[in-house]
């Protein structure tokens, strides 16, 4: 069972930054797509941003992050990252790791972002 754990959430004012982190006990992590998804109570479950295995040179962005978030990757600690830069007050909400291209997969118990001023 693949274990995920999100951290680095928090209060931030609009056009701020935060950088999440997600620390995955898994064996084959750099063989993993890895993704972030969100979740807000009015919108559900939204994709955020992918990145493809071994170097993740391949990355993905939704476009309503697109140029806002960068996803990353160190293989050498199990860990993805998500730094968000110019955060607006629609970015608020729990924001998840997941397993899969499109995080179809397992995901960490959240990590919450709240953007206001």
């Known amino acids: 069972e693949v274990q995920l754990v999100e951290s680095g959430g928090g209060w931030v004012q609009p056009g701020g930054s935060l950088r999440l982190s997600c620390v995955v006990s898994?064996?084959?992590?750099?063989?993993?797509?890895m993704s972030w998804v969100r979740q807000t109570p009015g919108k559900g479950l939204e994709w955020v941003s992918s990145?493809?295995?071994?170097?993740?040179?391949?990355?993905d962005y939704a476009d309503s992050v697109k140029g806002r978030f960068t996803i990353s990757r160190d293989n050498t600690k199990n860990t993805l990252y998500l730094q968000m830069n110019s955060l607006k007050t629609e970015d608020t909400a729990v924001y998840y790791c997941?397993?899969?291209?499109?995080?179809?997969?397992?995901r960490g118990q959240g990590t919450q972002v709240t953007v206001s001023l």
């Open positions: 997941a397993t899969g291209a499109r995080g179809s997969g397992d």
């Open positions: 898994s064996g084959v992590f750099k063989l993993m797509p």
């Open positions: 990145i493809s295995s071994g170097a993740g040179t391949t990355t």
